[in-house]
C-alpha cells in the first residue's frame, strides 16, 4: 500500500510562493504517476497538474507558466512549485498517485491520496 504524506503549505500575500512536497512510501513510487489536485470550499476537487514516471509534465490551463510539478524518483518525492499566487488558488492541495504509465488528469483515476494540505493567498 502506497501512503502519500503533503508538506509546504501555508499562509502567504499574493504574487508570492510556495513549494508543495509529497512524499511517498514504499518501493514502488517510480511506477506511479502523480498528480496535484485542489479543493476550495464549495468547490469540486480540480486537476493541477501530472508527472509521468518517466517525469513527463501537464498543467492545467489557470495554473500554467505559474506552478511547476517536478519528481524525483530516488527521493520518492514529487514537489509542486507555486509562483505568482493569486487568492483564487487557495485551496487544501492534494497529491495523488496510481501505477501507470500516462498522464492522468481525472481525480476518479487516482487510487492513492495524500491527507492534503492548505494553501492560503491573501490580497
Known amino acids: 500500500q502506497v501512503q502519500l504524506v503533503e508538506s509546504g503549505g501555508g499562509l502567504v500575500q499574493a504574487e508570492g510562493s510556495l513549494r508543495l512536497s509529497c512524499v511517498a512510501s514504499g518501493r514502488t513510487f517510480s511506477t506511479l504517476s502523480m498528480g496535484w489536485f485542489r479543493q476550495a470550499p464549495g468547490k469540486e476537487r480540480e486537476f493541477v497538474a501530472t508527472v509521468t514516471r518517466s517525469g513527463g509534465t501537464q498543467h492545467a490551463d489557470s495554473v500554467k507558466g505559474r506552478f511547476t510539478i517536478s519528481r524525483d524518483n530516488a527521493k520518492n518525492t514529487v514537489w509542486l512549485q507555486m509562483n505568482s499566487l493569486r487568492p483564487e488558488d487557495t485551496a487544501v492541495y492534494y497529491c495523488?498517485?496510481?501505477?501507470?504509465?500516462?498522464?492522468?488528469?481525472?481525480?476518479?483515476?487516482?487510487?492513492?491520496w495524500g491527507q492534503g494540505t492548505q494553501v492560503t493567498v491573501s490580497s
Open positions: 495523488a498517485g496510481k501505477s501507470s504509465p500516462w498522464y492522468i488528469t481525472r481525480a476518479d483515476d487516482y487510487d492513492h
